[in-house]
């Protein structure tokens, strides 16, 4: 059952998967991880900010790069405050062994890999530094009166190891639970 739950939601490390369950993985989670960003757009709506889900870098921006830095999961901001917030959302599976939790951990340290592959936190971290560097144009798009804020946050629906290794990355990105946006 462990098994098959795994291969449904596509949740076993792309390296173990031969090219057609890797397009089967890759559809399924980002299903899941659409429905986790709508969810969280959804409550922080409820708390008093606007919201947007799953826009490129490239449409808030209104620029072209040298490479796609993606989407923002959720970008949220506050008029009232001057906050802005960009958010990665994560609806990540719950590890039991230690091997899936160093795996996690893994995907979480912040660093390009040997083949030059960035891991999910240096994707977020380069999207924060670089959407930072174009202020008024994030500023244009939220149509904040003010310069914004900007905050960086990764959210997961549950508890992950991360949260418990996170010292070293404290100070350049918040990392929350769903159950925590309401301290956001």
């Not at 921006?61 to 001057?82: C, I, K, Q, S």
């Not at 939790?101 to 340290?109: G, H, K, N």
């Not at 040997?114 to 798009?141: F, N, V």
Request: hydrophobic share 35%; proline share 3%.
């Amino acid at each position: 059952m462990y098994m098959l739950g795994n291969y449904h939601r596509g949740d076993f490390p792309r390296w173990q998967l031969k090219p057609k369950m890797r397009s089967w993985a890759g559809s399924s989670r980002h299903k899941m991880g659409s429905a986790f960003a709508q969810k969280v757009a959804e409550r922080l709506t409820e708390l008093g900010w606007k919201t947007a889900v799953e826009k490129k870098v490239t449409e808030i921006l209104r620029t072209g790069f040298d490479r796609d830095y993606g989407d923002v999961d959720v970008l949220a901001w506050n008029d009232a405050t001057g906050r802005l917030l960009l958010c990665e959302c994560k609806d990540l599976q719950y590890r039991k062994t230690e091997g899936e939790i160093a795996e996690q951990l893994s995907d979480y340290r912040g660093e390009i890999n040997d083949e030059g592959k960035r891991d999910d936190l240096r994707k977020h971290l380069d999207r924060i530094s670089l959407i930072t560097q174009h202020l008024s144009k994030l500023q244009a798009y939220v149509g904040m009166s003010e310069t914004p804020r900007v905050e960086g946050h990764l959210i997961f629906r549950n508890p992950v190891p991360m949260k418990f290794a996170w010292v070293q990355m404290n100070s350049r990105t918040g990392l929350h639970t769903f159950a925590e946006l309401d301290q956001i």
